[in-house]
């Protein structure tokens, strides 16, 4: 499985992006999609999983009701609407998948094998 994230840039304080991450290869084989970022000096962070067919999608705290995720299985894609964007949004985006099985509470990194390279976002005050 292959992913390539995309849709990054500059935006200011309460203004909007839309991420998008394109999957190639094996995607039959995905149980579970996810968002995670990094901000400078801090640990990569999850911050939305959704699970195959898109009925279910769990959000961290700090982006639940600004966040929205959705899929696309025919493409297939996974996509990132982020609205009411703080500076503190601000980190590498990171779109990460799962194939073995998908749970709410797969929240961090290492339950994920593949992931795309990640795309900035810079949110200015």
């Known amino acids: 499985v292959q992913l390539q994230a995309s849709g990054g840039g500059l935006v200011q304080a309460g203004g909007s992006l839309r991420l998008s991450c394109a999957a190639s290869?094996?995607?039959?084989?995905?149980?579970?999609m996810a968002w995670f970022r990094q901000a400078p000096g801090k640990e990569r962070e999850f911050v939305v999983i959704?699970?195959?067919?898109?009925?279910?999608?769990y959000y961290a705290n700090s982006v639940k009701g600004r966040f929205t995720i959705s899929r696309d299985n025919a493409k297939p894609a996974v996509y990132l609407q982020m609205d009411s964007l703080e500076p503190e949004d601000t980190a590498v985006y990171y779109c990460?998948?799962?194939?073995?099985?998908?749970?709410?509470?797969?929240?961090?990194?290492?339950?994920?094998?593949?992931w795309g390279q990640g795309t900035l976002v810079t949110v200015s005050s």
């Open positions: 959704i699970s195959r067919i898109g009925t279910f999608s």
């Open positions: 290869g094996r995607t039959s084989n995905i149980a579970g």
């Open positions: 990460a998948a799962r194939a073995e099985d998908f749970s709410h509470t797969y929240t961090s990194a290492q339950h994920y094998a593949y």
